[in-house]
């Protein structure tokens, strides 16, 4: 019974990250907010038509939020290694993608 309830609450903590991110970087304004909130339209169109997609294939709402939070993970990575990178404070580990701190 509390599987549905924490998975649903572990994206709302995880996704408090990522908006958090992602409003720092739109407030800085520039060509990057712009391609930021260019992806986020997208990504918002893609997941309709996941959920959609994923629903009618038979999955379970828990297999949908699980979706959900790989890809709130995989923004998560890519925005906190983007602030890494342009903060000069991290450079990429052996081109894994994930930064390390100097």
């Given at each position: 019974?509390?599987?549905?309830w924490?998975?649903?609450?572990?994206?709302?903590?995880?996704?408090?990250?990522?908006?958090?991110?992602?409003?720092?970087?739109?407030?800085?304004?520039?060509?990057?907010?712009?391609h930021?909130?260019?992806?986020m339209?997208?990504?918002?169109?893609?997941?309709?038509?996941?959920?959609?997609?994923?629903?009618?294939?038979g999955a379970?709402?828990v297999n949908?939020i699980?979706?959900?939070?790989?890809?709130?993970a995989?923004?998560?990575?890519?925005?906190?290694?983007?602030?890494?990178a342009?903060s000069?404070h991290?450079?990429?580990?052996?081109?894994?993608g994930?930064?390390?701190?100097?």
């Amino acid at each position: 019974m509390l599987g549905p309830w924490l998975t649903i609450t572990l994206l709302a903590l995880e996704s408090s990250e990522v908006i958090g991110l992602r409003v720092s970087k739109l407030a800085n304004g520039g060509t990057d907010a712009q391609h930021e909130a260019y992806l986020m339209v997208g990504e918002k169109i893609d997941a309709v038509v996941d959920v959609g997609v994923r629903l009618l294939c038979g999955a379970t709402a828990v297999n949908v939020i699980n979706r959900f939070r790989e890809k709130v993970a995989a923004n998560a990575r890519r925005l906190s290694n983007e602030r890494l990178a342009a903060s000069g404070h991290g450079h990429d580990v052996a081109g894994s993608g994930l930064l390390a701190s100097r």
